[in-house]
Protein backbone atom coordinates (compact mmCIF):
# COMPACT_ATOMS: atom_id res chain seq x y z
CA UNK A 1 0.00 0.00 0.00
CA UNK A 2 3.10 2.57 0.90
CA UNK A 3 4.02 1.96 -2.74
CA UNK A 4 1.22 2.59 -4.60
CA UNK A 5 1.23 5.10 -7.11
CA UNK A 6 -1.38 7.25 -8.97
CA UNK A 7 -1.27 7.92 -12.96
CA UNK A 8 -0.74 6.51 -16.12
CA UNK A 9 3.08 6.59 -16.52
CA UNK A 10 3.14 5.27 -13.26
CA UNK A 11 1.35 1.98 -13.66
CA UNK A 12 2.43 1.69 -17.18
CA UNK A 13 2.82 -1.61 -17.49
CA UNK A 14 -0.35 -2.86 -15.93
CA UNK A 15 -2.15 0.31 -17.89
CA UNK A 16 -0.87 -1.63 -21.46
CA UNK A 17 -1.64 -4.83 -20.51
CA UNK A 18 -5.31 -4.04 -19.20
CA UNK A 19 -5.54 -2.32 -22.74
CA UNK A 20 -4.33 -5.18 -24.57
CA UNK A 21 -6.86 -7.63 -22.36
CA UNK A 22 -9.82 -4.94 -23.67
CA UNK A 23 -8.97 -5.56 -26.67
CA UNK A 24 -9.80 -9.38 -26.92
CA UNK A 25 -12.81 -7.73 -24.62
CA UNK A 26 -13.99 -5.78 -27.94
CA UNK A 27 -13.19 -8.69 -30.46
CA UNK A 28 -15.50 -11.27 -29.12
CA UNK A 29 -18.28 -8.57 -29.76
CA UNK A 30 -16.61 -7.74 -33.04
CA UNK A 31 -17.20 -11.64 -34.67
CA UNK A 32 -20.65 -11.32 -34.40
CA UNK A 33 -20.79 -7.61 -35.94
CA UNK A 34 -20.87 -8.67 -39.74
CA UNK A 35 -21.99 -12.02 -40.05
CA UNK A 36 -24.93 -12.73 -37.38
CA UNK A 37 -27.43 -10.72 -39.15
CA UNK A 38 -26.97 -12.79 -42.16
CA UNK A 39 -26.31 -15.93 -40.75
CA UNK A 40 -30.02 -15.48 -39.39
CA UNK A 41 -31.83 -15.34 -42.34
CA UNK A 42 -29.68 -17.54 -44.18
CA UNK A 43 -28.98 -20.56 -42.10
CA UNK A 44 -32.11 -20.02 -39.92
CA UNK A 45 -34.10 -18.17 -42.07
CA UNK A 46 -35.52 -15.30 -40.16
CA UNK A 47 -37.42 -13.45 -41.98
CA UNK A 48 -38.69 -10.71 -39.68
CA UNK A 49 -36.76 -8.07 -38.53
CA UNK A 50 -37.50 -8.70 -34.78
CA UNK A 51 -36.26 -12.09 -34.55
CA UNK A 52 -32.77 -11.34 -36.33
CA UNK A 53 -32.30 -8.71 -33.97
CA UNK A 54 -33.42 -10.56 -31.11
CA UNK A 55 -29.58 -11.66 -30.45
CA UNK A 56 -28.55 -8.29 -29.66
CA UNK A 57 -31.71 -7.90 -27.09
CA UNK A 58 -30.61 -10.60 -25.09
CA UNK A 59 -27.25 -9.89 -25.33
CA UNK A 60 -28.05 -6.08 -24.36
CA UNK A 61 -30.28 -7.31 -21.53
CA UNK A 62 -27.65 -9.35 -19.79
CA UNK A 63 -25.05 -7.14 -20.23
CA UNK A 64 -26.74 -4.31 -18.73
CA UNK A 65 -27.71 -6.52 -15.83
CA UNK A 66 -24.13 -7.54 -15.54
CA UNK A 67 -22.38 -4.53 -15.60
CA UNK A 68 -24.52 -3.89 -12.63
CA UNK A 69 -23.61 -6.66 -10.54
CA UNK A 70 -19.66 -5.92 -11.94
CA UNK A 71 -19.67 -2.89 -10.03
CA UNK A 72 -20.46 -4.13 -6.90
CA UNK A 73 -19.05 -7.73 -7.26
CA UNK A 74 -16.06 -5.37 -7.83
CA UNK A 75 -16.19 -3.69 -4.55
CA UNK A 76 -16.75 -6.42 -2.76
CA UNK A 77 -14.38 -9.23 -4.25
CA UNK A 78 -12.11 -7.13 -6.22
CA UNK A 79 -11.16 -5.98 -9.43
CA UNK A 80 -9.11 -8.96 -11.01
CA UNK A 81 -11.49 -11.77 -9.72
CA UNK A 82 -14.52 -10.72 -11.65
CA UNK A 83 -12.10 -9.77 -14.55
CA UNK A 84 -10.93 -13.73 -14.43
CA UNK A 85 -14.82 -14.80 -14.21
CA UNK A 86 -16.09 -13.14 -17.03
CA UNK A 87 -13.63 -14.65 -19.49
CA UNK A 88 -14.70 -18.12 -17.78
CA UNK A 89 -18.34 -17.75 -19.20
CA UNK A 90 -16.99 -16.42 -22.45
CA UNK A 91 -15.08 -19.74 -23.21
CA UNK A 92 -18.42 -21.79 -24.35
CA UNK A 93 -19.86 -19.09 -26.81
CA UNK A 94 -17.19 -19.45 -29.92
CA UNK A 95 -18.06 -22.77 -30.40
CA UNK A 96 -22.28 -22.52 -29.71
CA UNK A 97 -22.01 -19.68 -32.53
CA UNK A 98 -19.76 -22.24 -34.84
CA UNK A 99 -22.23 -25.28 -34.21
CA UNK A 100 -25.99 -24.10 -33.15
CA UNK A 101 -28.38 -26.23 -34.83
CA UNK A 102 -31.36 -23.59 -34.13
CA UNK A 103 -31.50 -19.91 -32.79
CA UNK A 104 -32.31 -20.68 -29.44
CA UNK A 105 -28.56 -21.67 -29.09
CA UNK A 106 -27.54 -18.27 -30.92
CA UNK A 107 -29.32 -16.55 -28.33
CA UNK A 108 -27.90 -18.54 -25.53
CA UNK A 109 -24.50 -18.06 -26.77
CA UNK A 110 -25.43 -14.76 -26.57
CA UNK A 111 -26.58 -14.49 -23.25
CA UNK A 112 -23.10 -15.47 -22.11
CA UNK A 113 -21.53 -13.17 -23.88
CA UNK A 114 -23.26 -10.55 -22.44
CA UNK A 115 -22.78 -11.58 -19.22
CA UNK A 116 -19.11 -11.82 -20.25
CA UNK A 117 -19.09 -8.43 -21.53
CA UNK A 118 -20.82 -6.93 -18.56
CA UNK A 119 -17.99 -9.00 -16.18
CA UNK A 120 -14.71 -8.08 -18.48
CA UNK A 121 -15.15 -4.80 -20.17
CA UNK A 122 -16.68 -3.60 -17.09
CA UNK A 123 -13.89 -4.34 -14.89
CA UNK A 124 -11.35 -3.16 -17.06
CA UNK A 125 -12.90 0.36 -16.90
CA UNK A 126 -13.15 0.48 -13.45
CA UNK A 127 -9.11 -0.75 -12.93
CA UNK A 128 -8.32 1.50 -15.59
CA UNK A 129 -9.39 4.61 -13.78
CA UNK A 130 -8.13 3.29 -10.38
CA UNK A 131 -4.90 3.26 -12.00
CA UNK A 132 -5.12 6.65 -13.46
CA UNK A 133 -5.86 8.76 -10.87
CA UNK A 134 -8.12 12.29 -11.21
CA UNK A 135 -4.89 14.10 -13.35
CA UNK A 136 -5.69 11.95 -17.02
CA UNK A 137 -9.02 9.92 -16.34
CA UNK A 138 -10.38 11.38 -19.81
CA UNK A 139 -7.56 9.90 -21.53
CA UNK A 140 -7.35 6.29 -19.54
CA UNK A 141 -11.17 5.95 -20.98
CA UNK A 142 -10.14 6.96 -24.33
CA UNK A 143 -7.18 4.71 -24.47
CA UNK A 144 -9.71 1.77 -23.07
CA UNK A 145 -12.32 2.73 -25.24
CA UNK A 146 -10.12 2.86 -28.38
CA UNK A 147 -8.54 -0.72 -27.74
CA UNK A 148 -12.08 -2.52 -27.45
CA UNK A 149 -13.92 -0.67 -30.13
CA UNK A 150 -10.57 -0.94 -32.51
CA UNK A 151 -10.24 -4.51 -32.21
CA UNK A 152 -14.43 -4.74 -32.97
CA UNK A 153 -13.86 -3.23 -36.05
CA UNK A 154 -10.56 -5.74 -37.08
CA UNK A 155 -12.58 -8.40 -35.66
CA UNK A 156 -15.62 -7.63 -38.02
CA UNK A 157 -13.51 -7.05 -40.91
CA UNK A 158 -11.49 -10.40 -40.24
CA UNK A 159 -15.08 -12.09 -39.82
CA UNK A 160 -16.28 -10.91 -43.12
CA UNK A 161 -13.07 -11.89 -45.37
CA UNK A 162 -13.03 -15.27 -43.71
CA UNK A 163 -16.96 -15.92 -44.34
CA UNK A 164 -16.55 -14.10 -47.84
CA UNK A 165 -14.00 -17.23 -48.74
CA UNK A 166 -15.19 -19.99 -46.75
CA UNK A 167 -18.90 -19.02 -45.72
CA UNK A 168 -20.59 -18.09 -42.34
CA UNK A 169 -20.13 -20.75 -40.45
CA UNK A 170 -17.91 -22.13 -38.83
CA UNK A 171 -14.76 -20.58 -39.88
CA UNK A 172 -15.17 -17.41 -38.94
CA UNK A 173 -15.82 -18.30 -35.29
CA UNK A 174 -12.18 -20.15 -34.86
CA UNK A 175 -10.76 -16.26 -34.13
CA UNK A 176 -12.99 -16.40 -30.88
CA UNK A 177 -11.10 -19.16 -29.36
CA UNK A 178 -7.65 -17.45 -29.48
CA UNK A 179 -9.62 -14.59 -28.30
CA UNK A 180 -10.90 -16.63 -25.15
CA UNK A 181 -7.12 -18.01 -24.29
CA UNK A 182 -5.52 -15.35 -24.51
CA UNK A 183 -7.88 -13.25 -22.51
CA UNK A 184 -8.21 -15.65 -20.23
CA UNK A 185 -4.65 -16.10 -19.55
CA UNK A 186 -3.57 -13.02 -19.26
CA UNK A 187 -6.55 -11.85 -16.93
CA UNK A 188 -5.37 -14.85 -14.34
CA UNK A 189 -2.06 -14.71 -14.56
CA UNK A 190 -0.72 -11.25 -15.40
CA UNK A 191 -2.78 -8.98 -13.99
CA UNK A 192 -2.90 -7.35 -10.63
CA UNK A 193 -5.52 -5.78 -8.11
CA UNK A 194 -6.20 -2.43 -8.34
CA UNK A 195 -8.21 -1.71 -5.30
CA UNK A 196 -5.39 -0.12 -3.40
CA UNK A 197 -5.06 2.62 -5.83
CA UNK A 198 -9.13 3.47 -4.43
CA UNK A 199 -7.47 3.73 -1.17
CA UNK A 200 -4.68 6.01 -2.37
CA UNK A 201 -6.93 8.26 -4.07
CA UNK A 202 -9.63 8.71 -1.55
CA UNK A 203 -6.46 9.33 1.39
CA UNK A 204 -5.36 11.73 -1.06
CA UNK A 205 -8.02 14.09 -1.49
CA UNK A 206 -8.71 14.09 1.96
CA UNK A 207 -11.32 16.18 2.99
CA UNK A 208 -12.48 17.02 -0.19
CA UNK A 209 -14.19 13.36 -0.50
CA UNK A 210 -15.15 12.93 3.20
CA UNK A 211 -18.95 12.09 2.98
CA UNK A 212 -21.03 8.86 3.99
CA UNK A 213 -20.84 5.79 2.01
CA UNK A 214 -24.43 5.63 0.51
CA UNK A 215 -26.14 2.60 0.10
CA UNK A 216 -26.19 0.40 -3.09
CA UNK A 217 -30.34 1.92 -3.37
CA UNK A 218 -28.78 5.71 -2.90
CA UNK A 219 -26.12 4.79 -5.56
CA UNK A 220 -28.28 3.50 -7.97
CA UNK A 221 -31.41 6.36 -7.73
CA UNK A 222 -28.30 9.16 -7.54
CA UNK A 223 -27.18 7.77 -10.75
CA UNK A 224 -30.58 7.04 -12.74
CA UNK A 225 -32.56 10.48 -11.68
CA UNK A 226 -31.57 12.07 -8.46
CA UNK A 227 -27.78 13.79 -9.69
CA UNK A 228 -28.93 16.07 -12.81
CA UNK A 229 -25.10 15.22 -13.76
CA UNK A 230 -25.00 11.49 -13.29
CA UNK A 231 -28.41 10.92 -14.65
CA UNK A 232 -27.88 12.94 -17.77
CA UNK A 233 -24.62 10.79 -18.50
CA UNK A 234 -27.13 7.57 -17.91
CA UNK A 235 -29.44 8.90 -20.43
CA UNK A 236 -27.44 10.02 -23.13
CA UNK A 237 -25.13 6.40 -22.21
CA UNK A 238 -28.53 4.34 -22.84
CA UNK A 239 -29.80 6.60 -26.63
CA UNK A 240 -25.66 5.83 -27.29
CA UNK A 241 -26.07 2.66 -27.16
CA UNK A 242 -29.76 2.17 -28.42
CA UNK A 243 -28.62 3.33 -31.98
CA UNK A 244 -25.64 1.49 -31.66
CA UNK A 245 -27.71 -1.69 -31.58
CA UNK A 246 -29.43 -0.62 -34.92
CA UNK A 247 -26.12 -0.18 -36.68
CA UNK A 248 -25.26 -3.63 -35.48
CA UNK A 249 -28.30 -5.33 -36.10
CA UNK A 250 -30.07 -2.86 -39.17
CA UNK A 251 -26.89 -1.73 -40.88
CA UNK A 252 -25.75 -5.00 -42.41
CA UNK A 253 -29.34 -5.68 -43.62
CA UNK A 254 -29.83 -1.87 -44.74
CA UNK A 255 -26.52 -2.94 -46.86
CA UNK A 256 -27.35 -5.61 -47.92
CA UNK A 257 -30.16 -4.77 -49.74
CA UNK A 258 -28.09 -1.79 -51.81
CA UNK A 259 -26.33 -4.90 -52.67
CA UNK A 260 -23.47 -4.68 -51.10
CA UNK A 261 -21.18 -7.89 -51.31
CA UNK A 262 -20.71 -9.50 -47.83
CA UNK A 263 -16.78 -8.14 -48.04
CA UNK A 264 -18.00 -4.77 -48.04
CA UNK A 265 -20.94 -5.13 -45.86
CA UNK A 266 -18.01 -6.29 -43.86
CA UNK A 267 -15.62 -3.08 -44.45
CA UNK A 268 -18.35 -1.27 -43.76
CA UNK A 269 -19.40 -2.77 -40.68
CA UNK A 270 -15.71 -2.03 -39.61
CA UNK A 271 -15.00 1.31 -40.22
CA UNK A 272 -17.59 2.80 -37.93
CA UNK A 273 -16.00 1.03 -34.84
CA UNK A 274 -12.60 1.60 -36.20
CA UNK A 275 -13.24 5.59 -36.68
CA UNK A 276 -14.54 5.57 -33.02
CA UNK A 277 -11.85 3.34 -31.83
CA UNK A 278 -9.12 5.02 -32.67
CA UNK A 279 -10.93 8.70 -32.51
CA UNK A 280 -11.08 8.10 -28.64
CA UNK A 281 -7.24 8.48 -27.78
CA UNK A 282 -7.75 11.76 -28.72
CA UNK A 283 -11.04 12.86 -27.71
CA UNK A 284 -10.29 11.46 -23.96
CA UNK A 285 -7.45 13.52 -23.58
CA UNK A 286 -9.22 16.03 -25.53
CA UNK A 287 -12.11 16.54 -22.69
CA UNK A 288 -9.17 16.01 -19.67
CA UNK A 289 -8.68 19.76 -21.57
CA UNK A 290 -11.90 21.30 -22.75
CA UNK A 291 -14.64 19.73 -20.21
CA UNK A 292 -17.09 16.69 -20.64
CA UNK A 293 -20.40 18.64 -20.94
CA UNK A 294 -20.53 19.93 -24.84
CA UNK A 295 -18.11 17.00 -26.46
CA UNK A 296 -21.12 14.70 -25.22
CA UNK A 297 -24.03 17.00 -26.53
CA UNK A 298 -21.88 17.65 -29.94
CA UNK A 299 -21.08 14.15 -30.02
CA UNK A 300 -24.80 13.09 -29.90
CA UNK A 301 -25.55 15.41 -32.66
CA UNK A 302 -22.50 14.39 -34.89
CA UNK A 303 -24.29 10.38 -34.55
CA UNK A 304 -27.78 11.80 -35.49
CA UNK A 305 -26.02 13.14 -38.89
CA UNK A 306 -24.11 10.02 -39.60
CA UNK A 307 -27.14 8.43 -39.20
CA UNK A 308 -29.15 10.38 -41.62
CA UNK A 309 -26.56 10.00 -44.24
CA UNK A 310 -26.89 6.46 -44.47
CA UNK A 311 -30.12 6.09 -44.91
CA UNK A 312 -29.90 8.92 -47.54
CA UNK A 313 -27.04 7.18 -49.11
CA UNK A 314 -27.17 4.83 -51.78
CA UNK A 315 -23.39 3.66 -52.78
CA UNK A 316 -20.60 2.41 -50.56
CA UNK A 317 -18.92 6.15 -50.58
CA UNK A 318 -22.37 7.83 -48.85
CA UNK A 319 -22.21 4.83 -46.69
CA UNK A 320 -18.73 5.01 -45.84
CA UNK A 321 -19.30 8.92 -45.00
CA UNK A 322 -22.18 7.74 -42.74
CA UNK A 323 -20.17 4.88 -41.07
CA UNK A 324 -17.43 7.46 -40.42
CA UNK A 325 -19.62 10.58 -39.05
CA UNK A 326 -21.16 8.11 -36.60
CA UNK A 327 -18.17 6.47 -35.25
CA UNK A 328 -16.95 10.69 -34.82
CA UNK A 329 -19.76 11.49 -32.96
CA UNK A 330 -19.36 7.99 -30.86
CA UNK A 331 -15.94 8.92 -30.06
CA UNK A 332 -16.70 12.52 -28.52
CA UNK A 333 -19.50 10.66 -26.62
CA UNK A 334 -18.36 7.45 -25.27
CA UNK A 335 -14.82 7.83 -22.82
CA UNK A 336 -16.23 11.42 -21.91
CA UNK A 337 -19.40 10.20 -20.48
CA UNK A 338 -16.98 7.45 -17.99
CA UNK A 339 -14.87 10.38 -17.42
CA UNK A 340 -17.37 12.75 -16.45
CA UNK A 341 -18.99 9.41 -14.16
CA UNK A 342 -15.39 9.60 -12.54
CA UNK A 343 -15.39 13.39 -11.67
CA UNK A 344 -18.75 13.29 -10.26
CA UNK A 345 -18.88 10.15 -7.86
CA UNK A 346 -16.63 9.44 -5.04
CA UNK A 347 -13.47 6.98 -5.13
CA UNK A 348 -15.15 4.77 -2.20
CA UNK A 349 -18.56 4.04 -4.72
CA UNK A 350 -17.21 4.99 -7.95
CA UNK A 351 -17.18 1.17 -9.33
CA UNK A 352 -20.99 1.12 -8.02
CA UNK A 353 -22.04 3.86 -9.86
CA UNK A 354 -20.43 3.02 -13.15
CA UNK A 355 -22.43 -0.06 -12.88
CA UNK A 356 -25.17 1.57 -12.68
CA UNK A 357 -24.46 3.88 -15.55
CA UNK A 358 -23.49 0.53 -17.09
CA UNK A 359 -26.79 -1.04 -16.23
CA UNK A 360 -28.54 1.67 -18.40
CA UNK A 361 -25.93 2.69 -21.51
CA UNK A 362 -25.93 -1.27 -22.46
CA UNK A 363 -30.60 -1.76 -21.83
CA UNK A 364 -29.85 0.58 -24.59
CA UNK A 365 -28.46 -2.25 -26.85
CA UNK A 366 -31.94 -4.35 -26.01
CA UNK A 367 -34.23 -1.07 -26.28
CA UNK A 368 -32.33 -0.23 -29.86
CA UNK A 369 -32.68 -3.68 -31.34
CA UNK A 370 -36.14 -3.85 -30.28
CA UNK A 371 -37.24 -0.84 -31.44
CA UNK A 372 -35.51 -1.09 -34.47
CA UNK A 373 -36.64 -4.53 -35.22
CA UNK A 374 -40.52 -3.80 -34.66
CA UNK A 375 -40.57 -0.45 -36.34
CA UNK A 376 -38.36 -1.98 -39.31
CA UNK A 377 -41.46 -4.92 -39.79
CA UNK A 378 -44.16 -2.20 -39.46
CA UNK A 379 -42.79 0.82 -41.82
CA UNK A 380 -39.56 -0.50 -43.01
CA UNK A 381 -35.62 -0.43 -42.41
CA UNK A 382 -35.99 3.63 -42.99
CA UNK A 383 -37.92 4.99 -41.25
CA UNK A 384 -36.67 2.51 -37.95
CA UNK A 385 -33.14 4.26 -38.56
CA UNK A 386 -34.89 8.31 -38.78
CA UNK A 387 -36.43 7.24 -35.64
CA UNK A 388 -33.18 6.77 -33.79
CA UNK A 389 -31.88 9.49 -35.27
CA UNK A 390 -34.10 11.80 -33.56
CA UNK A 391 -33.43 10.33 -30.51
CA UNK A 392 -30.21 10.74 -30.78
CA UNK A 393 -30.22 14.47 -31.64
CA UNK A 394 -32.82 14.42 -28.83
CA UNK A 395 -30.97 13.19 -26.20
CA UNK A 396 -27.88 15.57 -26.80
CA UNK A 397 -30.34 18.29 -26.44
CA UNK A 398 -30.95 17.46 -22.97
CA UNK A 399 -27.65 16.93 -21.85
CA UNK A 400 -27.23 20.60 -23.10
CA UNK A 401 -30.02 21.50 -20.98
CA UNK A 402 -29.32 19.70 -17.73
CA UNK A 403 -25.71 18.88 -17.19
CA UNK A 404 -23.04 20.69 -15.71
CA UNK A 405 -19.93 20.58 -16.47
CA UNK A 406 -17.94 17.99 -14.42
CA UNK A 407 -14.21 18.71 -15.51
CA UNK A 408 -13.46 20.21 -12.08
CA UNK A 409 -11.25 23.17 -13.72
CA UNK A 410 -13.61 23.98 -16.11
CA UNK A 411 -16.38 23.65 -13.45
CA UNK A 412 -15.06 26.49 -11.68
Known amino acids: MTHVRLGIRENLGQFVLLIVINGFVGAMVGMERTILPLIAE???HLAAKTAVLSFIVVFGITKALTNYLAGRLSDAFGRKHVLVGGWIVA????????????????L????????????TWSTTVIMKIDLAGPKNRGLAMGLNEF???????????ATGFIASHYGLRPEPFYLGVVFVILGF????????????????ESKLHGAQFTENMPTQRDI????????????????AGLVNNLNDGMAWGLFPLFFAAAQMRIDQIGTLAAIY????????????????????????????????????????AHQFAGFAMGAVLLGLGTAMVYPTLLAAIGDVA?????????GVYRLWRDLGYAIGALLAGLMSDAFGLSTAMWVIAVMTFISGTLVAVRMNETLPQKAR
Open 42 to 44: EDF
Open 91 to 106: MPVPFLLMWAPGWSWV
Open 108 to 119: FANALLGISQGL
Open 147 to 157: AGYFAVAGSAL
Open 185 to 200: FLSAWVVRETRYHVAA
Open 220 to 235: FWRTTWFDKNLSSISQ
Open 273 to 312: PATWGIAQIFTGAWSDRVGRKWLIVLGMWVQAIGIAIVIL
Open 346 to 354: HPSWRASSV
